[in-house]
């Protein structure tokens, strides 16, 4: 079975540039994630769809952030303007649902530098 | 609200020492409780779970218990390789089912 997959694995921008990050979930999983992970810290909850309807984006700056899953299949994750504060790796995950014992499978991350 | 705290790290072990690595929670309820892990370079991935009390979920070697009576999920190896090397989180499925995290454990494994 194939992973999430996730694009590009590295960006590099400048302040105030616009960025965009795309994610492939494993085929079937109704529930797809986006966080943000700071180095040495453990990883944020952007927002959380349930099929193409978003379940909770309480998390999400959304003066300049922005997500969207069409199709309830892909989705991608857009920053603008990115700030310095924005340098982490953003992580895609998906779930078959989404109850509490349900296992959340990761791609590999896209590692955001804003310089 | 619901919270994680784990070991600071980094932990540094010689090869096929024992590894506890400590995580407690606070939480409403009786969560799903899981430790992830991940690899240089990788992404993260499930290592194993519990999801009620006195559970324990093993994988690869590892294990943790799921004891509600000390609100811990402490992960256990009896001997640690040099593969094992990464960074450990803890984390629980909050009432809202959204996973609350631990800050990570980075472990370090000599030869």
């Known amino acids: 079975e194939a992973g999430v997959a996730q694009s590009p694995r590295y960006k590099i921008i400048e302040k105030r540039q616009s960025v965009a990050f795309w994610c492939n979930p494993i085929?079937?999983?109704?529930?797809l994630y986006w966080y943000q992970q700071i180095l040495g810290q453990g990883p944020k909850l952007l927002i959380q769809f349930q099929n193409n309807g978003v379940v909770d984006d309480s998390q999400l700056p959304k003066d300049r952030f922005s997500a969207e899953r069409l199709k309830g299949v892909d989705s991608t994750l857009k920053i603008q303007p990115a700030k310095l504060e924005d340098s982490a790796v953003y992580l895609c995950?998906?779930?078959?649902?989404?109850?509490?014992?349900?296992?959340?499978?990761f791609g590999p991350g896209t590692r955001l530098t804003v310089l | 609200g619901d919270s994680v705290t784990q070991m600071e790290g980094p932990v540094t072990l010689s090869e096929e020492a024992f590894l506890t690595i400590n995580c407690t929670y606070t939480?409403?309820?009786?969560?799903?409780l899981f430790w992830y892990v991940q690899y240089p370079g990788e992404g993260l991935q499930l290592l194993l779970k519990?999801?009620?009390a006195d559970d324990k979920g093993s994988n690869k070697g590892f294990e943790a218990t799921y004891r509600k009576e000390t609100t811990s999920f402490h992960l256990e190896k009896g001997s640690v390789q040099v593969s094992d090397s990464a960074v450990y989180f803890c984390a629980l499925a909050a009432s809202n089912y959204q996973l609350i995290w631990g800050a990570g454990t980075k472990l370090i494994i000599k030869p």
């Open positions: 085929s079937g999983h109704a529930t």
């Open positions: 995950a998906s779930s078959l649902g989404h109850l509490a014992g349900d296992t959340q499978y």
């Open positions: 939480a409403t309820g009786y969560p799903s």
């Open positions: 519990a999801t009620k």
